[in-house]
């Protein structure tokens, strides 16, 4: 059973970046796609990016095209989420989960099994 950490996470000035870490433990990344989501205060949760099990496919949801990158190191056993121009709209707890069981990534929730605590993110002046 894969374990998930996420960090990062910090105040950020409108236009800033910042770059979250998803770092797994207890199995390889290989085994799992990988997505992030965020979840802001009274909303539901979002899927932001994703990167599937072999790193070649990956899904975008329309708010980060453009801004978020996804990318991993599988000698780290870390996936990234590097975020550009960030807006105070932003503003969230992000969460990194895993899927074991579907070849191609998804921003559905509920087909990740194993999420990490957040990591909250807070774009202000």
């Known amino acids: 059973q894969v374990r998930i950490v996420e960090s990062g996470g910090g105040l950020v000035q409108p236009g800033g970046s910042l770059r979250l870490s998803c770092a797994a433990s207890?199995?390889?990344?290989?085994?799992?796609?990988i997505g992030w989501f965020r979840q802001a205060p009274g909303k539901e949760r979002e899927g932001l990016v994703c990167?599937?099990?072999?790193?070649?496919?990956?899904e975008y949801a329309e708010d980060a095209k453009g801004r978020f990158t996804i990318s991993r190191d599988i000698a780290k056993n870390t996936v990234f989420l590097q975020m550009d121009s960030l807006k105070p709209e932003d503003t969230a707890v992000y969460y990194c989960a895993a899927d074991p069981t579907n070849y191609y990534c998804s921003l559905d929730v509920t087909k990740y099994n194993y999420w990490g605590q957040g990591t909250q993110v807070t774009v202000s002046s």
């Open positions: 990167i599937n099990r072999r790193g070649r496919s990956t």
């Open positions: 207890g199995s390889t990344l290989e085994n799992y796609g």
